[in-house]
């Protein structure tokens, strides 16, 4: 018997997130719509605010999804949704304020999902919740667009019964609450950019290794540890592969030394191989384990300590964001070839 890569609890939720993707796509095509097909300023700006700040939390998904290490596709039903809510969107003889109330209502529906999500990621493992922290801006962001759609609403439905404008009360009760979830949802309320550098997607494939190996080592039950062990699998191959595709091809010149790097990560993928073909309930299954995690955490501390300097000397903030988008897309790619 072999160890088993496929994790249900941790694809129901890589199948959530997927979702999310596919409803912040959804969002942002409605808001360029809706910018463009109103010509009040100040609900066009908003609009705007919006649709620039849910550009960015898609990148933060993206990333996300990749960190996570589990792709998988959008549930049937959630395509469904988006397919009737296009046609909605597309209905001419809707107005503005039907329109922007159905979009409201996707965006809660993408609030509850970050939230299960959240509360999910809880229940099956430490990994996961450090895996889908990046989503806490997304969620805090998202009920915050909800305030200021329902503002929006106000003004559209009174103009649409009356002919005239609300009170002007309507945007100061939509900054207080704004005020108040900055309060419940602390720091996830900002972000300094948005997106994390090569070295920051690195360090946090680094710290989730680590984490699981802690999970690894806490428990007895042999289907648990095996279920730690697939994510390990899962994580270190395209880790692995695309730090020799992307990373350290880049920084060869500057840092010959690269090359010991490669050869450490061969050995690790012969004991990651001979791992997989044995059980979490085999004798030799935690010794090999502990092997793995020795000649990891080795690695790690060299890349950190060394690698990390070399690129900080030689590389500025802008092509390490740069290795970040082609580095994501390698490890998305592998991703995607291990579950075909």
Same mark, same amino acid.
């Given at each position: ?35 463009? +097909? ?6 066009? *700006? ?10 960015? &939390?898609? #990148? ?9 290490? &589990? ?6 039903? @959630?395509?469904? @949704?988006?397919?009737? +809510? ?22 809660? +529906? ?13 229940? !099956? #493992? ?10 806490? /801006? ?19 439905? /009174? ?10 009360? !309507? ?11 900055? #309060? ?20 946090? *494939? ?12 806490? /428990?007895? *039950? ?15 191959? +395209? ?29 690790? =993928? ?16 935690? @010794?090999?384990? =502990?092997?793995? =995690? ?5 690695? !790690?501390?060299?890349?950190? &300590? ?35």
């Amino acid at each position: 018997m072999t160890v088993q890569l496929q994790d249900t609890k941790r694809m129901a939720i890589a199948q959530k997130l997927a979702d999310m993707k596919a409803v912040q796509n959804f969002l942002i095509s409605n808001e360029q719509k809706f910018i463009s +097909a109103t010509s009040d300023a100040d609900i066009r *700006d908003r609009l705007q605010s919006m649709l620039e700040d849910d550009r960015k &939390n898609l #990148g933060i998904l993206e990333t996300t999804i990749i960190q996570y290490g &589990n792709p998988s596709e959008p549930n049937s039903t @959630t395509e469904q @949704t988006l397919k009737q +809510a296009q046609k909605m969107m597309e209905d001419s003889k809707m107005s503005l304020f039907e329109k922007i109330s159905q979009h409201e209502l996707l965006k809660h +529906a993408q609030v509850m999902k970050g939230l299960l999500v959240h509360k999910a990621a809880q229940v !099956v #493992g430490a990994d996961v919740e450090a895996a889908i922290t990046p989503l806490n /801006t997304v969620n805090f962001e998202n009920r915050s667009h909800q305030e200021q759609l329902k503002g929006i609403l106000e003004v559209l439905g /009174t103009r649409e019964l009356t002919g005239q404008d609300p009170d002007q009360g !309507v945007w100061s009760r939509v900054q207080d609450a704004m005020a108040a979830l900055s #309060g419940v949802f602390g720091s996830a309320a900002s972000r300094a950019k948005d997106d994390m550098n090569v070295l920051e997607i690195i360090y946090e *494939d680094h710290r989730k290794v680590d984490t699981l190996f802690m999970e690894i080592e806490n /428990t007895n *039950d042999a289907k648990k540890r095996e279920e730690f062990f697939g994510q390990i699998y899962k994580d270190l191959s +395209a880790h692995s592969e695309a730090e020799e595709e992307v990373v350290y091809p880049a920084i060869r010149a500057q840092f010959p030394e690269v090359q010991h790097l490669y050869n450490e990560q061969a050995e690790m =993928k012969q004991l990651l191989e001979a791992i997989k073909s044995s059980n979490g309930s085999d004798a030799s299954f935690m @010794t090999r384990v =502990k092997q793995l =995690k020795d000649m990891v955490q080795h690695h !790690v501390k060299e890349e950190e &300590n060394d690698m990390f300097n070399k690129f900080r000397q030689t590389m500025n903030e802008a092509q390490m964001q740069q290795l970040s988008k082609q580095f994501k897309e390698a490890k998305s790619r592998i991703q995607q070839s291990m579950v075909s």
